[in-house]
C-alpha cells in the first residue's frame, strides 16, 4: 500500500482508442461495482480537459471514468484506496466529488474544475500501468473484488478559535489559497484571532453565518 509520488504522465497526442490497462480498470469496476450501480462513463476522448487547453489524458486512452450514483456511500472508499495504492496500481492522478488527488502530493486536495466529478471517478494510469501493467488481476488483489470498501474518510473536524493542529493547518493554507491577494496567514497549525477573522470574511462573503466556526457548512463552501 504505498501512495505513487512523482512522475506525472501527461498527454502528448490523440492515440486513437483505449490502452489495455484502462479497459481492465473499467472491467474490474464493472465486475465488482455494477451491482450497486457502477456504469462505464467512457474511456478515450479526443479531447482537452474540460475548460482548458491542456489535452486530456482521455485523449491517450489512459483515463478512465468510473462511473457510480450520485451520493452513494461507496464510491468515495474506493477512490481512496486507489489513492492509497497508486503505487502498485500505477496511477497518477483520481477526481471524484470536488476532489484531486494526483502524484504532485499524497493528499487530496480541493478539486475546483468545471465538473464536480460528483457522479464519477476519473482515474489516470501511468504508462506501464496502461500498456497492460494494470490487470484485473491485480486490481483484484489490491482493491478486493467488491468486498466492502473502506469506510470514507473522517469529516473534517470543527474548529473555532482555540483549536490546534492539522486540520488548522489545512484550513489556514486553504484560507490562503481563497484569498492570495490578501496577507497569507501563518500556517502554524494555530488557530488564532487572524484566522479567525479570516474565518469570518470568509463566511460573510459565502452566504454563511460569520461565526468564526468551522463545521460542515464551512468546510463544504472551503471546497473540502
Ligand atoms: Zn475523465
Do not use: K
Amino acid at each position: 500500500m504505498t501512495i505513487q509520488i512523482g512522475g506525472y504522465q501527461g498527454a502528448r497526442s490523440c492515440t486513437g482508442g483505449p490502452t489495455q490497462g484502462a479497459r481492465n480498470l473499467m472491467s474490474w469496476w464493472l465486475g465488482a461495482y455494477g451491482s450497486r450501480g457502477a456504469t462505464n462513463l467512457g474511456i478515450y476522448n479526443c479531447r482537452p480537459v474540460s475548460g482548458g487547453s491542456v489535452l486530456s489524458v482521455h485523449a491517450e486512452g489512459r483515463a478512465a471514468d468510473l462511473g457510480a450514483p450520485v451520493g452513494n456511500p461507496w464510491s468515495w472508499g474506493v477512490m481512496d484506496t486507489f489513492r492509497l495504492n497508486s503505487q502498485e496500481l500505477g496511477l497518477q492522478c483520481v477526481i471524484h466529488d470536488r476532489r484531486i488527488w494526483s502524484s504532485i502530493a499524497p493528499d487530496w486536495r480541493p478539486y475546483s474544475g468545471s465538473s464536480p466529478h460528483t457522479d464519477h471517478g476519473h482515474v489516470e494510469l501511468m504508462w506501464w500501468a496502461a500498456n497492460g501493467g494494470l490487470t484485473v488481476d491485480r486490481l483484484n488483489q489490491v482493491m478486493g473484488g467488491g468486498t466492502p470498501p473502506p469506510p470514507p474518510p473522517p469529516a473534517m473536524p470543527v474548529l473555532r478559535l482555540g483549536s490546534t493542529g492539522d486540520a488548522v493547518r489545512r484550513l489556514q493554507e486553504t484560507l490562503n489559497r481563497w484569498y492570495p491577494s490578501l496577507p497569507p496567514l501563518a500556517v502554524d497549525g494555530d488557530f488564532g484571532p487572524r484566522t479567525d477573522a479570516r474565518v469570518r470574511y470568509f463566511q460573510g462573503r459565502a452566504g454563511l453565518v460569520a461565526d468564526g466556526i468551522v463545521g460542515p457548512a464551512t468546510w463544504r463552501a472551503l471546497g473540502f
